[in-house]
């Protein structure tokens, strides 16, 4: 376990193992495969080596058998009229749509955003800081806003996710390739080991948030409220802007703008980028996917310490709007228990199994260019 991890806490392992064993019926699990076939640390207390990894290669471990997907034609439909009805969409708003109207769009682009990284990725999927009932509150309608599936199950799926990385469990495996990690994972059933190893995956601490279930239990009623008939309805009674330039800007645009954004930590940020701290993973560190998605595509960092609240090593706000939002949020006393990883473990993680791209840690690193220190310019010397 790391210096830093908190004590007491239960390994993720360890429920998976216990829940596996009391729905062992029902799934048809052995628990101790659980265990066994993850590829992934989820909380800190999976780490098995002091700088926050695990023992076993699993470089073997990560592939996905030949299979013939089972395509699911209602969404194949549903987001090819998705994505036609957002390419009109961005063409009505630089040719027809009211200033108001692009403004209302961005700024539900954002609160969906955080919605996602803030509330259902650190919060609630990786317990990385915690945050009382009115940021909860906000989370939970921002996430709804997003239109994601309940919190409660982006949770459920993204757990399973980081346990079982590029493998047939995961979700959105990487390993078939971009458009199936981005979108085509959506467009055909789920793996069957998905579900089986989703199963056996602890969810005690998302049941017992009150806001969270509440979210779970009216989605179906709350979710068109919020993403679709309220976003079309608030330029039309405000401002009086059509129906057309409502639905297709504020509505189909913006949620397919941020659905392809949350995507491309999928697909982008598993492909392209270097790999600093663990070089035998997909997911990689991707700057552009960084700004799009607040904060999200210093992948490869947030996979090997998928604890830090900051999801990357560097506070650079720039580049990471969802920390910033957290960290405000941590001052007014509405977020705490805010986790982060030391200077150390990192150092010895990059060290052990990162790529060489890591940047040098500042003057005097082992790494830092001969070149570069005799050139440097030192002004206001102590006098000898």
């Not at 299979?67 to 957002?86: D, E, P, Q, T």
């Not at 039309?236 to 930590?265: D, K």
Request: glycine fraction near 6%; hydrophobic fraction near 45%; charge should be positive.
């Amino acid at each position: 376990m790391p210096p830093n991890a908190t004590a007491g806490g239960q390994a993720i392992t360890d429920s998976l193992i216990s829940a596996a064993a009391a729905a062992a019926a029902e799934s048809e699990q052995n628990p101790t495969k659980l265990q066994a076939d993850s590829t992934g640390v989820l909380f800190e207390q999976d780490a098995e080596t002091i700088d926050g990894g695990l023992v076993k290669d699993i470089i073997s471990m990560k592939k996905a058998d030949k299979r013939k997907l089972k395509l699911v034609w209602r969404n194949i439909i549903l987001f090819g009229y998705l994505h036609v009805a957002a390419v009109y969409g961005a063409w009505l708003m630089i040719t027809s749509a009211k200033w108001q109207t692009g403004l209302l769009a961005f700024g539900l682009y954002v609160a969906s955003g955080l919605g996602i990284t803030a509330g259902a990725h650190r919060l609630w999927a990786h317990r990385s800081y915690k945050a009382k009932w009115p940021l909860r509150l906000l989370l939970v309608i921002f996430n709804t806003i997003a239109f994601q599936d309940a919190a409660y199950h982006w949770a459920r799926d993204h757990r399973v996710h980081h346990k079982y990385s590029e493998t047939d469990a995961d979700p959105h495996n990487a390993t078939r390739g971009f458009f199936f990690s981005h979108i085509g994972w959506l467009l055909c059933k789920k793996h069957p080991e998905v579900k089986a190893k989703g199963k056996g995956v602890d969810l005690s601490d998302l049941r017992a948030d009150p806001i969270l279930m509440f979210q779970k239990k009216h989605y179906m009623i709350l979710m068109p409220l919020a993403c679709f008939i309220l976003p079309t309805l608030a330029p039309m009674y405000f401002w009086n802007e059509s129906l057309m330039n409502a639905w297709f800007v504020a509505t189909m645009f913006r949620w397919c703008f941020i659905l392809n954004v949350t995507w491309l930590v999928n697909s982008a940020a598993h492909k392209f980028g270097n790999r600093p701290y663990d070089k035998d993973i997909n997911p990689a560190q991707n700057v552009s996917v960084a700004v799009l998605a607040f904060g999200e595509g210093w992948h490869n960092y947030h996979h090997v310490f998928p604890w830090d609240y900051k999801t990357a090593e560097f506070g650079n706000y720039s580049l990471n709007l969802t920390t910033a939002f957290i960290d405000f949020f941590a001052r007014i006393g509405l977020a705490y228990d805010l986790k982060s990883v030391s200077v150390d473990i990192i150092k010895k993680r990059v060290k052990r199994t990162g790529d060489g791209s890591h940047a040098t840690w500042g003057w005097g690193d082992k790494d830092q260019p001969k070149e570069e220190m005799e050139d440097a310019l030192i002004t206001h010397k102590k006098s000898e």
